[in-house]
């Protein structure tokens, strides 16, 4: 079974590419699971249940990796050398840290819009369009091996994150709010 | 001993072997046993054709009483028969005592928090109260099936934190149930709708049962059910339609007698039978006798009832929302929304998860049963009866996981959904010199603040070695089992040492405390405690046995040289002859006698499958 040294990607036997077939990443992770669960030992000794457990949380971690861009991008930087996280790297580019006070902005301005909820759905169309951005130019960049500047995209790629999961948590609200 | 087998699971199952499991729904207002028999899974009744056990025990005489004789001798003995006791399991005596069924019995002053009902044979906690229910399941399943069963499934709701859950392990461990797996209620539900109808893609699990509300979204492909998002309300179910109904009743009659055990007793009934009456009919006339011994009428229409239930329903479609979000499905991607409980005959109920996933929903699986089906086709499986099955449930934590930091904040390790098992590692190190031991203390739930989130316990984990201050490299790793249980494990990185962990539950009973109780409750089943014991070991020798045998069968002559085999062939000698014996102190020593000396040759195994894995995936194995 996979060791510390086994890629995710060579776990999952697809090419160590940001670009992943989605369809292919879900059965090669259903066919391992059903090989590895613990529920296939429910009836072994202890020992072997540790150790199916071990393996199946590990399955889990690596398809959880896989599936996400952004842990993937993360994931590939780190295969490549390149230590990642918010500590590790700061944003020094001015014009995007405005961008993000603006757009914080916007969601915090939300609730008082006439249509709120549609306002909600334009919102979510441009952070998407912004991403998608974002996440080719991490592409161009790693496919550069200029690990640094992609690093630099995949941090800003974070921000639009937390800004989408806000407002959701907003768009969450609204909607219980008009239920009433 | 890991000897894992990788290419062929369940290849020691012994052919044409059928192993006894059941499926166990161990509800709020009503208990079932289901099992699989030749290939069709059943739920199996009593003596007299009934298939729901009632969860009520009666404590009055001199053992305990359970199900419908219990609830006969509700209204005579209403303090000492005990109702819907799912309710308060994991939960601690403070927690009890703010909600309705905290009114409803008489506890004991705690102070270790562990809540004790007083009965007439002696204090009982909720796990020896749900221990008798599962004995009375036990026994039934045993007699109709003629033999031992080697292990059992439980459900428990999806949204059990791992208080709940822990105790419910217990409780079968007092029961002298193996417990394969607890299954989350609605992945079970899904499982018996799933094998039934064959259908693929998302579906909707609503389970309002007595004492919770769970909502799950699953994705269905070929025997495959992985769970996306679950959610819910531990404490919201259809007992407190059963309170919105008596509240209703106390202002009519102008009498409270919502504090008095027999009185609660009376109006819960009759508030019982007053909602299932209205499913059918507009109205309904209810009648109670005062405390005076007059008699009080009152006629209940529909619309009351719906228009005081209203807000619990609100809560429950709110929680389908939030689930639906963190599933990142849409309603409309939503195939089939099945209802599970009895609660969801309620019509209010129907007509607003209809309303909310825009198509009416599925009603025609008993809603009693479901449960118990689904997990006894999971319990089938994991006997073994089944080596070449796909079933495979992929479920997930329904709560965040986090240990408190500095200022009373939760950081939170792992998030609510994610699949289970899940490890997570979180790496500390130490603030004072000569530091060899630390606390952590790990709570449930979505909040900033540990105050509001659920305690879960407090790992103390020791024997660093001491170091200078900041020196020392501790990883924790948080694992969660496929039964949605958290083990903690801790080692400090730079010495290699392994720590040792000790566990105070915040809500639970210690080892010792069951180790008493299984003690007692024997004296009582007349049982002997070593006798199980003994069983136990025994049972695991002939795991490792069988492992080892099939193990050797495969790669004994390619990876071990004859010495190595005979050390080993030795060793498996001293676990047969202990076996044989009945000193369970001796089979324990065996068996690690035995895992020590094939210790290299399971490494060897491991490795040499890692290259037949890696070398036999391809592209097509998997389209």
Known sequence: MPNADTSYFELFDLPQDFDIDQDRLAAVYRKLQATHHPDRFASADAATRRASLETAALINEAYQTLIDPLKRGFYLLRLAGVEAGPEHHTIKDGEFL????????????????DDPLAAVDDLRDQLEQEKQQLVEQFKAAYVEKDFDQALDHLTKLQFFGRLQSRLGDIEARLEEQLLD | ??????????????????????GIDLGTTNSLVATVRSGLAETLPDTEGRHLLPSVVNYSGETPVVGEAAMRMAAEDPANTIASVKRLIGRSLDEILATPAGRQYRFAESDDGIPRLITRQGEKTPVEVSADILRALKARAEATLGGELRGVVITVPAYFDDAQRQATKDAARLAGLNVFRLLNEPTAAAVAYGLDTGNEGVIAVYDLG?????????????????????????????????????????????????????????LLAQARAAKEALTSEPETRITIERADGESWSGTLSRETFEARIEPLVKQTILACRRVLRDAGVSKDEVLQTVMVGGSTRVPLVRERVGAFFGKPPLVDIDPDRVVAIGAAQQADVLAGNNPDGELLLLDVIPLSLGIETMGGLTEQIIPRNTTIPVARAQEFTTYKDGQTAMSLHVVQGERELVADNRSLARFELRGFPPMVAGAARIRVTFQVDADGLLNVTAQELTSGVQASIEIKPSYGLSDEQIETMLRDSMAHAQEDLEARRLREEQVEADRVLEALDAALAKDGERLLSADERAAIDAARQTLETARAGDDHQAIRNAIEALEQASETFVARRMDSSVKDLMSGHRVTDFE
């Open chain 1, 98 to 113: 405005l961008k993000q006070m603006a757009y914080q902005e916007r969601l915090d301005g939300l609730a008082d819009r």
């Open chain 2, 210 to 266: 007595g004492g919770t509300f769970d909502i799950s979204i699953l994705r269905l492909n070929k025997g495959v059910f992985e769970v996306l998002a679950t959610g819910g309300d531990s404490r919201l179910g259809g007992d407190d339609f059963d309170h919105a109904i008596v509240d209703w009743i106390v202002e009519q009659m102008g009498e409270d007698r919502r504090s008095d055990p027999a009185g609660m007793q009376q």
């Open chain 2, 1 to 22: 001993m890991a000897l894992l087998q990788i290419s062929e699971p369940g290849m020691s199952t012994a052919p044409h072997e059928h192993r006894l499991a059941a």
